[in-house]
């Protein structure tokens, strides 16, 4: 079973400069999740989709973050514009979904974007 | 808020000995999942094992096993006969429905682990 794919691994650019990320889950999977992950730190849930509809995004800046899963498989997540405070890894992460119990919530992860913002 | 605390931040163990990574976390929900995930330098999230807050019993997971304290709100990793392999941050994490369909994961800081040969 391929895993959770995800692309550019390495992303620089310079502050006020657009970014997006790209990320496809593992398939059946209808529950994607990014996550941002600051050096030093746990990861931090940035956007939940549930099939190709949001579930949480309370955690995302909505001033300069953006994510769309279209067609409820895919899913691109957008910096515009990025600060240096967002150099981070970037996680995408897939769960079956559905149910609480069982294993439909263990989420499977990516291995992320580094971005670097100079 | 639920938090998570890892209140170790690096640790160091000898190969095929025995050691255990601390995690406590704050909570006044009574159903919930916690889970401790492994990350490598490959960066790539591995979960090691689960832990389901209504089961009494202990998670264990071939070499990795769970100390889950429910009323202490403790959930410590032990992981007996370490490897090289084992070289990784550690991640404790907290899970809680938010939604029909919406799981909110909370992760702490991380361990870093060591094996030395």
């Known amino acids: 079973e391929a895993g959770v794919a995800q692309s550019p691994r390495y992303k620089i650019i310079e502050k006020r400069q657009s970014v997006a990320f790209w990320c496809n889950p593992i398939?059946?999977?209808?529950?994607l999740y990014w996550y941002q992950q600051i050096l030093g730190q746990g990861p931090k849930l940035l956007i939940q989709?549930?099939?190709?509809?949001?579930?949480?995004d309370s955690q995302l800046p909505k001033d300069r973050f953006s994510a769309e899963r279209l067609k409820g498989v895919d899913s691109t997540l957008k910096i515009q514009p990025a600060k240096l405070e967002d150099s981070a890894v970037y996680l995408c992460?897939?769960?079956?979904?559905?149910?609480?119990?069982?294993?439909?919530?263990?989420?499977?992860f990516g291995a992320g974007t580094r971005l670097s913002v100079l | 808020a639920q938090t998570v605390t890892q209140s170790q931040p690096e640790m160091s163990v000898q190969e095929a000995e025995t050691v255990t990574l601390s995690c406590t976390y704050d909570?006044?929900?009574?159903?919930?999942?916690l889970f401790w995930y492994k990350q490598p330098p490959s960066r790539q999230m591995i979960l090691v094992i689960r832990?389901?807050?209504?089961?009494?019993q202990n998670a264990t997971e071939n070499r990795f096993s769970v100390n889950f304290q429910k009323a202490a709100k403790s959930f410590s990793l032990k992981i007996s006969d370490s490897q090289l392999g084992d070289t990784a941050m550690y991640f404790c994490?907290?899970?809680?429905?938010?939604?029909?369909?919406?799981?909110?994961?909370?992760f702490g800081k991380g361990t870093s682990l060591l094996v030395t040969p």
């Open positions: 832990q389901e807050a209504y089961k009494q």
């Open positions: 992460a897939s769960s079956p979904g559905g149910a609480w119990g069982g294993a439909k919530n263990i989420q499977y």
């Open positions: 994490a907290f899970m809680k429905r938010v939604s029909n369909s919406g799981y909110a994961l909370n």
């Open positions: 989709f549930q099939n190709n509809g949001v579930v949480d």
């Open positions: 398939s059946g999977h209808a529950t």
């Open positions: 909570t006044s929900e009574n159903n919930y999942y």
